[in-house]
């Protein structure tokens, strides 16, 4: 299954929770989240795991001793609203009324998948081998990075190129000593809240839905649901999100140290090199000439864009060159402030097709990242203990 554009893969947006305002600024609480246009030196920011978050266990323990404050009790109601309603919402009520579902076969050229998922829009699909009949797990950019770094290293092999096919990926990852990303399912009728939690469990940004078929009783891809599309989910339906009105410098959330940046005149495979070594999804383009101005960021998707056709020179291109090669719809790259409250970036979640906030300061000088993974790990874990389990 894939979805339409952007680090999304799974479906078009649901008819429920369709709404405008793609790009589009959103106020809150006296904070401001923005969208930087797109232009000269902002050719537009708008997903792969993410950027170098904590270590830690799937648990978030509240540890302050203070007496609870208006604020903390309705932080902690809104957190509970959210929690209650993934549980008795099911994966399949996230899907769409209709949708496509695209679905690779293993034994298809790599070359040929790269030209599929550009003509339909989309940057991840399911795989499903033929042989056994059985699910094979998700093809997303980073399996493609992965490829790239495997001919960079080996470049007596780029002539065969060509023929590689797509069930000889696990045998990339393990010639270039990347730890294969856990593949996790699970059934559409399981709780959402399930689902989250095997998501953060395998760090992955999207969980297939597999089913039995009740004739042949094999197993069958259903669509794929997003971490994007559970938190509109969630935005659109619960009215509690309201409630969280902490700031994000209150709430222990996003990554702020030890930050992987470029810059525009970086060469593109440097910058691939360091979406693979340190396992993230972008990485902030800041200006050349002045004290770390965010100008844009380059996303792991990006390069899909610049192996088109199975064509791999321009490879050899700048970020600034790299980056005039999106398409001109391109929304753009969603900031905040550490100031700014999680109901305001739950609005923009439910307004805008949004991956991540790249946290400024008032100098649009980089101060840290906010992805989706850390919103979704925060309204599961916060305030959980170490030996909750998903039901």
């Known amino acids: 299954m894939s979805e339409e554009g952007g680090e999304d893969s799974s479906t078009s947006p649901p ?3 369709a709404v405008g305002g793609e790009g589009a600024s959103v106020g809150g609480g006296g904070s401001t989240l923005t969208s930087l246009p797109a232009g000269p030196g902002h050719e537009g920011f708008v997903q792969p ?3 170098l978050r904590r270590s830690r266990g799937l648990s978030r323990p509240m540890t302050s001793a203070r007496p609870e404050t208006a604020v ?3 932080q902690r109601i809104g957190l509970q609203r959210i929690r209650d ?3 008795v919402r099911t994966s399949y009520d996230v899907l769409p009324l209709s949708f496509r579902l695209i679905v690779f076969d293993t034994t298809l050229l790599v070359k040929k998948s790269l030209t599929i998922l550009i003509q339909n829009g989309i940057v991840s699909a399911p795989l499903w081998d033929s ?3 059985t699910f094979a797990g ?3 950019t980073s399996d493609y990075i992965n490829v790239i770094q495997y001919y960079w290293q080996n470049p007596e092999a780029m002539s065969r190129i060509d023929q590689f096919r797509l069930n000889s990926l696990r045998d990339i990852e393990k010639a270039i000593g990347v730890a294969p990303i856990e593949t996790v399912s699970i059934h559409p009728l399981r709780p959402l809240y399930e689902a989250c939690r095997r998501m953060l469990e395998s760090r992955a940004r999207r969980i297939p839905l597999v089913d ?4 042949t009783k094999r197993a ?3 669509s794929v649901v997003t971490q994007y599309r559970i938190l509109k989910f969630v935005a659109v339906n619960v009215v509690e999100t309201q409630y969280l009105r902490k700031p994000l410098k209150e709430l222990n959330l996003g990554t702020y140290k030890n930050l992987e940046t470029a810059r525009m005149e970086t060469p593109v495979i440097e910058v691939i090199h360091q979406l693979v070594q340190y396992n993230i999804s972008s990485v902030p383009i800041l200006n050349s000439d002045g004290p770390g101005v965010v100008v844009n960021v380059f996303e792991a998707v990006d390069v899909i864009t610049l192996i088109k056709g199975g064509i791999y020179d321009q490879l050899n291109l700048n970020v600034g060159e790299a980056l005039q090669k999106r398409s001109e719809d391109f929304p753009g790259i969603y900031t905040c402030s550490i100031d700014d409250r999680l109901d305001t970036i739950f609005d923009t979640i439910r307004k805008s097709r949004v991956h991540r906030f790249v946290v400024i300061d008032e100098q649009t000088r980089l101060v840290g990242v906010l992805t989706l993974s850390d919103i979704l790990e925060y309204v599961l874990l916060e305030g959980e203990k170490d030996d909750s389990r998903p039901e």
């Open 15 to 17: 008819a429920r929770a």
């Open 49 to 51: 795991s993410s950027y």
């Open 72 to 74: 903390d009790r309705d």
């Open 85 to 87: 309603f993934l549980k």
């Open 131 to 133: 042989k056994t009949s």
């Open 138 to 140: 998700l093809l997303t």
């Open 212 to 215: 039995i078929d009740d004739e």
């Open 220 to 222: 069958m891809v259903v």
